[in-house]
């Protein structure tokens, strides 16, 4: 490897490693901006293809492994999987998903064009088709997709309602090479860019800079204060005439013992109480609280858990494994309570999480580790929302709210959103802040709002503009009660889905190209 090109690759690395602040925790939206813009610089620094592919991989690499590291703790410290093997298949699961912004950047250099036209339109549109890429390619890891960083406060956040997620990712890179375009027209760095009177005296080279700045700068403005003006308006109204009271139930059942036949009376007893010391309308109870199949469920318990629901006039929807035939199994959520029974099966299920892919192949990566309940049949795609206590609820469970054109799904029927999930498989690592703020980006999108009821946190209640109205401590058994509205309406996202993205993509794709190829042809 040539001295340069490692620089270049290791830079792209630490500027990936670096976006990770970006998203929650830490909730530092303008930062990838500034590191997705010295990425664009670093990458036309590339003088091959091949070179720019290791660079797209390098930065993709770097975000991943840092900001998804958690894999490894499912695998080893929940799964048995040894330490060298599960930080191995974390390295290879991340590098797999770092492959799309290596095509994006290897596509980027290979277009011979005028810098600026690819700077500014090229390279956001490749970029945040990489994010959407990975929103489906090996059955999709969306995570950490950039447009994520700015839910629920960040100025370009008001995008995500009408052009979802990966809008949000194309204006942020958009906004990211003006910034890249203002620094390239002032230093240089790049050889279609005239640097010369770098050396001139400051007062100078300010001038240099200010003038710039003139044209990428008033775009970059202009689409952050589009952003803005997007994000005031209320796509959305309330639905009905009061809130309806909530309990979003938190049980802190420790993963690694939340399957043993022995500990699930315990796990029992204590659901029942949580739920018992609610007074709500509405009862939430996590992913699997239920730790048995429904069959095997104690005689009288799921009725005392309805009986509690129906003396409040209300329903409570809890996750249960339901046995549906011999090996036929779902990851279920039912409703019980003063409404009729519905259930809920879940859809989109994670690969060696929830079922074993190609088993011919990974037979032995079954073996190594040890997932109970890791191979749950598919629900229906088209589920309605479950009626309850004068709501009618969108539920998904656990990692199906990573994928907003699946949430719509239920929309515009559904007035309220509802993750149920167990998020006790990471342990204490960034994945389950990220997770909420996810759910916070599905709020943004739909214009609704958002119940997470978890095992282990962040068991939190969002309102339909993504900010957290009432949050649990992780790690502790308790309970959250507040009231929520029900909104009704559609939201362009919700009615488009993605579709409106991808045309604008690749438009902004095809412009610079056509521009380029009309040039050559009165050159010629």
């Not at 069959?295 to 318990?301: A, I, K, L």
């Not at 539920?395 to 998020?423: K, S």
């Not at 309970?479 to 993605?498: A, K, M, Q």
Request: aromatic residues 12%; proline residues 7%; hydrophobic residues 45%.
């Amino acid at each position: 490897m040539r001295p340069v090109a490692g620089k270049l690759i290791l830079a792209a690395f630490v500027l990936g490693a670096a976006t990770v602040p970006g998203f929650a925790p830490f909730y530092l939206y303008p930062l990838p901006i500034v590191t997705v813009a010295a990425f664009a610089i670093v990458l036309l620094r590339a003088t091959s293809t091949r070179q720019a592919a290791a660079v797209g991989f390098a930065f993709g690499l770097g975000l991943l492994v840092t900001g998804a590291s958690w894999a490894y703790v499912s695998l080893h410290v929940y799964g048995g999987m040894p330490v060298p093997l599960a930080a191995l298949s974390t390295l290879i699961f991340n590098a797999a998903y770092a492959v799309c912004p290596a095509v994006a950047s290897a596509i980027f250099h290979r277009f011979s064009m005028r810098a600026d036209l690819k700077l500014l339109l090229l390279f956001p549109a490749l970029l945040a088709l990489s994010d959407w890429t990975r929103g489906w390619l090996f059955t999709g890891f969306p995570w950490l997709a950039l447009g994520y960083s700015q839910a629920p406060s960040g100025p370009l956040a008001g995008y995500s309602a009408l052009l979802g997620v990966y809008g949000v990712s194309l204006a942020l890179a958009m906004t990211a090479a003006c910034l890249a375009l203002i620094y390239l027209r002032a230093f240089g760095g790049h050889p279609q860019f005239d640097v010369s009177g770098s050396e001139k005296p400051p007062a100078q080279r300010l001038k240099r800079l200010l003038r710039a700045s003139r044209s990428p700068g008033l775009l970059a403005v202009a689409i952050v204060l589009f952003g803005f003006g997007l994000g005031s308006i209320e796509w959305t109204k309330p639905y009905g005439e009061r809130p309806v009271s909530v309990t979003l139930v938190q049980g802190n059942i420790p993963q690694e013992l939340k399957w043993r036949p022995e500990k699930a009376r315990d796990t029992l007893i204590s659901y029942l109480e949580l739920t018992r010391s609610a007074n709500s309308k509405l009862i939430l109870l996590p992913e699997t609280a239920i730790p048995m199949f429904d069959v095997n469920v104690p005689p009288g318990y799921l009725d005392a858990l309805g009986e509690h629901a129906r003396s409040l006039g209300g329903d409570l929807l809890t996750g249960i494994p339901e046995l549906a035939g011999r090996g036929v199994y779902y990851n279920s959520v039912i409703s019980l309570g003063t409404s009729p029974a519905q259930t809920y099966r879940k859809v989109h299920l994670v690969p060696f999480g929830d079922y074993f892919p190609m088993r011919w192949a990974f037979g032995w990566f079954m073996k190594m580790v040890d997932i109970p309940m890791s191979d749950f049949s598919r629900g229906d795609v088209d589920q309605p929302p479950i009626a309850a206590a004068g709501q009618r609820i969108a539920v998904n469970i656990c990692y199906e709210d990573v994928f907003g054109e699946e949430i719509i799904r239920q929309l515009p029927e559904a007035t309220i959103l509802a993750n149920f999930t167990n998020d006790a498989w990471w342990g204490r690592s960034l994945a389950s802040r990220q997770h909420l703020q996810i759910s916070q980006m599905r709020s943004l999108e739909t214009g609704r709002s958002m119940l997470r009821a978890t095992n282990t946190g962040v068991t939190a209640v969002i309102d339909h503009r993504g900010r957290v109205q009432a949050v649990a401590p992780e790690f502790k058994t308790t309970t959250i009660e507040t009231e929520v509205w029900g909104y009704s309406g559609s939201t362009p996202y919700s009615r488009w889905g993605n579709y409106a993205f991808l045309v604008i993509a690749l438009a902004m794709i095809a412009i610079p190209i056509g521009v380029s190829r009309a040039r050559e042809t009165r050159m010629h």
